[in-house]
């Protein structure tokens, strides 16, 4: 088993339509990232959690760190959020470990 | 906001020869950077993790006479394929740690793309 879960793996949605992906961690952690990884490669980081909840224009990062777990919600969605959502943990060092990603396609 | 760069965006090299790819950080410091390979369809794999003026820290599996890093400067790593071959292909991408208020965090250069042919 993955000390990072993420779900779905794959996700199509319709323009404008709210988007959740999931992650669930089984380690201790200090930090959890979401990154998004576009087709040409390159990665942006979105959001760096330890608690609570974080928002950044149509994107939404919450953590529960008594249940292990992280939601990224997308409002009013858009072809151009289309993606791969990586999820990622810190645990005791620097070093991050990541989830499998979640493939993301909106369509107009 | 911080901004990491690598370069070459991409390479094609022929089997055998080695390939230098150049991380930096370009409005901060770091004295921590990461290199990362990743597989068509699958998640980032930490390779290796880069202290200025000290050796990497591979990660098991990872050959360190083949993938040779160097961390000279606070702002520039550097990742050399050695005696590169078509399995080496790949996407490498590095990270750096940047501490901003009061916690680390990592920013992600754009990648490489590796082809050996």
């Known amino acids: 088993k993955n000390e990072v879960e993420q779900s779905p793996q794959n996700l199509t949605a319709q323009e404008g339509e709210f988007i959740t992906i999931n992650c669930s961690y089984s380690?201790?952690?200090?930090?959890l990232h979401w990154l998004q990884q576009h087709p040409g490669g390159g990665i942006v980081s979105l959001f760096m959690l330890s608690s609570g909840k974080k928002k950044h224009g149509r994107l939404i990062a919450t953590i529960n760190i008594q249940e292990k777990h992280s939601s990224l919600h997308i409002t009013a969605s858009h072809p151009r959020d289309s993606a791969v959502y990586i999820c990622a943990v810190r645990s005791g060092t620097d070093k991050l470990i990541f989830g499998t990603g979640t493939r993301l396609q909106v369509f107009p | 906001g911080a901004v990491v760069s690598q370069h070459p965006s991409w390479v094609i090299c022929k089997s055998g020869t080695s390939v230098k790819i150049e991380c930096r950080s370009l409005d901060f410091q770091a004295t921590t950077m990461f290199w990362y390979r990743q597989f068509p369809k699958q998640s980032l794999m930490l390779m290796a993790t880069?202290?200025?003026?000290?050796?990497?820290?591979?990660e098991q599996g990872v050959e360190k006479d083949k993938f040779l890093i160097n961390h000279a400067s606070l702002t520039l790593s550097t990742l050399t394929v050695t005696s590169a071959h078509p399995e080496d292909s790949s996407f490498y991408i590095c990270?750096?740690?940047?501490?901003?208020?009061?916690?680390?965090?990592?920013?992600f250069g754009p990648g490489t793309r590796l082809t050996v042919l």
């Open positions: 990270s750096a740690a940047h501490r901003l208020a009061g916690k680390d965090e990592q920013f």
């Open positions: 880069s202290n200025e003026g000290s050796k990497a820290t591979y």
């Open positions: 380690v201790g952690i200090s930090a």
